[in-house]
């Protein structure tokens, strides 16, 4: 829907003004709604289960199919209405984008992982502290008997 809401906005901002650019964020809203919609496919294709309340595959598809017929329109309002060039250098940019957002991804996962291995460490090391504790405790309890 999101992605269907943005694309409606790009074509009316091409047909009353004819100038693309004028039409960024609802781009911008519309590539967004197209990538979240192909994680959560790939989630589900590569998930161990199947949310029996998500849509079907013959939906997902359809959604899909739907976006590529936009993105081609897309393509064809950046190669006429756009400069020359634009619609090469939107897919290089995309292309950047994605690759950032991947080692951004990346990055969060491993200082996730360090995180972890940091609150083990230290949990390892109370409970270390807290043992040798009661031992020197209970040794003295022993000895006063």
């Not at 940019?93 to 230290?122: D, H, P, T, W, Y």
């Not at 409970?127 to 020197?136: A, K, Q």
């Amino acid at each position: 829907m999101a992605a269907n809401a943005a694309f409606a906005v790009i074509k009316q901002t091409v047909a009353n003004s004819g100038d693309l650019l004028k039409a960024g964020k609802a781009i911008s809203d519309f590539v967004n709604a197209k990538d979240t919609l192909q994680r959560k496919g790939n989630k589900k294709k590569h998930g161990l289960f199947r949310d029996p309340n998500q849509s079907s595959d013959i939906e997902e598809f359809m959604a899909l199919e739907t976006l590529k017929s936009k993105e081609e329109e897309l393509k064809q309002y950046m190669i006429y209405c756009g400069r020359p060039g634009l619609w090469h250098d939107w897919i290089k940019f995309q292309g950047n984008a994605r690759k950032e957002r991947q080692k951004q991804i990346e990055l969060a996962k491993r200082q996730r992982e360090e995180l972890v291995q940091i609150i083990g460490i230290i949990l390892v090391l109370c409970v270390g502290v807290l043992g040798i504790v009661w031992l020197v405790w209970f040794a003295s309890v022993l000895k006063g008997m």
